[in-house]
C-alpha cells in the first residue's frame, strides 16, 4: 500500500524542528527499538532522516516507511540525550497524523478506530459498560475455561495478548462523579483538581482513591470535575490529533471552571500530555491562551508533593523497593528525583536502583497491543533488571506501567508486589500517627 509524495499541509512536520538534528547518533544509545533490532532506520536519527525526506519529496508514503515510524514506542528517551534539543515527539505525532489521513486503511481498521478513539475512549460511561462486560468475562469462568480448554489458541494473537494484559478487573470503578470534592484533614492549605483519567479509574481505582487521601492529608481541598474526560495521549500517538484536541478544550474549560490552583494527575502519561495542550491548541486562537495557563498548573502529583511542606507522619513500611521510571514522566515532564525523595522518606523502606530504571518496559500506551513481540522482549529485560534487585515492592507512577509489571511479574513469577508510589504513602499515612 503506498500513498503519493511527501506530506500533506495540516500538521505537516516541522522543517525548522527536523533540521535540528546534527545527526550525531547519540539517541542511539537509548533508544529501544535500535537496541532491539540494530537497524538505522528504527532509531530517532534514522526516522528523522525518513520524515525530512518525504518533507522533501524524495520518497512516498510506503509499508516501509509506516512500519519504520509504527514500531517507535515514543518513549521520547531520546529527547533526554539530544543535545539539539530535538523535538522529536512533535515530529513523530505530526508524522502519525500524516499516516493516519494519507495512508490507506482496511474496513476493520477504519471501524476499530472509530470504536476506539470515537466511541470508547472520550466517553466514560461506555468504558464502565465495556470494563464491565470485562469483569464480568473474568468472574463468571468463561475466562478460565477458554484457557483451560485451549480455545484461547485459536483467537487471534492480538486477542490472545489482549485476554493475558489486563489484570482482574475491580468490583467497583472510580467515578469523578462521586467525588466532587475531597475535604482536606485538618486546615485547608491548598484547592486542586485531580485529573482522574480513564484507564486508571477503570483498572487501578485504589490508587486513584490513595491519591485524594494523600492530598487531603497535605491540607488540599480537592475537586474531581465531572465534565473531565480523557487526556488524549492516546489519540495523539496514533494520529488521531483533531479528536485529542477536543478533549483538550474540554478538559481545560471544566478544570477553569472548577477554578483550582493546581491540576494534579497520577498517571505520568496523562500528565504530560496535560503538560503539552498548548502545543496541541497552538492553532486555535480561541484556546491558545487558556491552554497555556492550564499547561502551568499542571503538577504531576509527586511532584506536586515534593513542592509543598509535606505532611510526613508516616508509619513504618519494612520493605525492600525499586522504582521504574515511566517515560513521559521521566523525559518529558523529567521528573525523576521527586518519586525517590517520597520513597525514601518512609521509614522502614530500602530504594534499591535497579539497571536503566528509565528504560521503556515496553507497555507504551497500546504498543503492547500493536508490537506485541517486540513489547515483551522489553518487558523481559526489565524484569531481568528488576530480578537483580531481590525487591519486594515495584513501584511506578503510570497506569499502563502498572499493567505491564504486573504482567512481567506473573510471567517470571516473582514474589514482588507492584505499586504506584501513591498507594505506598497512602499505606504509610495509615500505619502512622497523627496529622
Known amino acids: ?88 515527539g512533535r515530529l513523530m505525532e505530526a508524522v502519525r497524523g500524516q499516516i493516519r489521513r494519507l495512508y490507506g486503511q482496511s474496513a476493520l481498521e477504519r471501524f476499530t478506530r472509530y470504536m476506539v478513539f470515537k466511541a470508547l475512549l472520550p466517553n466514560q460511561r461506555s468504558l464502565e459498560f465495556l470494563f464491565g462486560i470485562s469483569r464480568l468475562y473474568q468472574r463468571t469462568g468463561l475466562r478460565t475455561a477458554m484457557r483451560r480448554s485451549g480455545l484461547i489458541r485459536f483467537l487471534p494473537r492480538q486477542l490472545r495478548a489482549l485476554d493475558e494484559y489486563i489484570p482482574p478487573i475491580p468490583s467497583q470503578f472510580f467515578k469523578a462523579r462521586e467525588h466532587p470534592l475531597t475535604k482536606p484533614k485538618g486546615n485547608k492549605e491548598h484547592r486542586v483538581g485531580f485529573f482522574s483519567g480513564c484507564v486508571m479509574s477503570l483498572i487501578f481505582p485504589p490508587v486513584n482513591q490513595a491519591t485524594l487521601n494523600v492530598l487531603a ?3 488540599c481541598e480537592v475537586v474531581t470535575p465531572e465534565r473531565q474526560k480523557c487526556c488524549g495521549a492516546l489519540h495523539i500517538h496514533n494520529g488521531e490529533l483533531e479528536i485529542a484536541r477536543q478533549l483538550a478544550r474540554t478538559n481545560i474549560d471544566a478544570f477553569e471552571e472548577a477554578d483550582v490552583d493546581y491540576v494534579v494527575s497520577n ?70 528525583d521527586q518519586p525517590r525523595t517520597l520513597i525514601r522518606a518512609i521509614p522502614g523502606v530500602e530504594l534499591v536502583e535497579m539497571k536503566e530504571p528509565d528504560r521503556c518496559c515496553g507497555s507504551a500506551g497500546s504498543y503492547w497491543f500493536t508490537n506485541n513481540d517486540l513489547s515483551m522482549k522489553l518487558l523481559d529485560s526489565k524484569m531481568a533488571n528488576i530480578a537483580t534487585t531481590k525487591a519486594d515492592l515495584v513501584l ?40
Not at 1 to 20: H, I, K, N
Not at 275 to 285: A, F, Q, S, V, W
Not at 405 to 413: S, Y
Open 1 to 88: 500500500m503506498q500513498a503519493g509524495l511527501g506530506f500533506d499541509d495540516l500538521d505537516r512536520p516541522s522543517e525548522e524542528f527536523l533540521l535540528e538534528c546534527v545527526h550525531c547518533g547519540l539517541c542511539l544509545l537509548t533508544c529501544p527499538t535500535y537496541s532491539l533490532l540494530g537497524i538505522e532506520a528504527d532509531s530517532p536519527r534514522g526516522r528523522l532522516y525518513l520524515m525530512t525526506s518525504m518533507l522533501d519529496r524524495k520518497i512516498a508514503l510506503t509499508n516501509r516507511f509506516v512500519d519504520h515510524m509504527r514500531l517507535c514506542l515514543l518513549c521520547r528517551a531520546c529527547e533526554s540525550t539530544c543535545p539539539s534539543g530535538v523535538k522529536y
Open 267 to 336: 498517571a505520568g502519561g496523562c500528565g504530560a500530555t496535560l503538560k503539552e495542550y498548548h502545543d496541541l491548541l497552538r492553532g486555535d486562537p480561541q484556546y491558545v491562551s487558556k491552554a497555556e495557563r492550564f499547561s502551568e498548573k499542571v503538577r504531576d502529583v509527586t511532584e506536586f508533593l515534593n513542592g509543598i511542606n509535606l505532611n510526613k507522619s508516616f508509619g513504618r513500611i519494612d520493605a525492600k523497593a525499586t522504582y521504574q521510571d515511566p517515560c513521559h514522566l521521566a523525559h518529558v515532564q523529567k521528573i525523576k
Open 217 to 219: 492529608k497535605n491540607g
Open 396 to 435: 511506578t507512577a503510570n497506569p499502563p506501567c502498572l499493567m505491564h509489571l504486573r504482567l512481567g511479574v506473573a510471567r517470571a513469577e516473582m514474589n514482588a508486589r507492584v505499586a504506584h508510589v501513591v498507594e505506598l504513602l497512602d499505606w504509610a499515612y495509615r500505619s502512622g500517627k497523627g496529622e
